[in-house]
Nanobody
Framework: QVQLVESGGGLVQAGGSLRLSCAAS????????MGWFRQAPGKRREFVAA????????YYADSVKGRFTISRDNAKNMVYLQMNSLKPEDTAVYYC???????????????????WGQGTQVTVSS
């Protein structure tokens, strides 16, 4: 069983920064691929970023590339999402997710993940 708990959301002005954190349980956390997704009101959940267990491979949605950075600390069982140059369209609930079952080539797809956190709200004002 894996539990994921996000934190770090809040209200920020456009152009500002936030860092989201995801605390994960599980003895083999270092073997999981981890992802961040977001869902705005009335919209589908969308991929934001993902990172392989080694941290050596990262993936980003085009909409956040160059502004967001995903990272992980396997010793602390933590995953982070550094968000810079935030825009009002980044407003959403952000979810941390874990892929624990198999190596996936499709980490941008929500159904590749088997555990999800409860989400943290990010609101960017214009």
């Amino acid at each position: 069983q894996v539990q994921l708990v996000e934190s770090g959301g809040g209200l920020v002005q456009a152009g500002g920064s936030l860092r989201l954190s995801c605390a994960a349980s599980g003895r083999t956390f270092s073997s999981y691929a981890m992802g961040w997704f977001r869902q705005a009101p009335g919209k589908r959940r969308e991929f934001v970023a993902a990172i392989r267990w080694t941290g050596g491979s990262t993936y980003y949605a085009d909409s956040v590339k160059g502004r967001f950075t995903i990272s992980r600390d396997n010793a602390k069982n933590m995953v982070y999402l550094q968000m810079n140059s935030l825009k009002p369209e980044d407003t959403a609930v952000y979810y941390c997710a874990a892929n624990t079952r198999y190596y996936s080539h499709y980490l941008f797809l929500a159904y590749e993940y088997d555990y999800w956190g409860q989400g943290t709200q990010v609101t960017v004002s214009s």
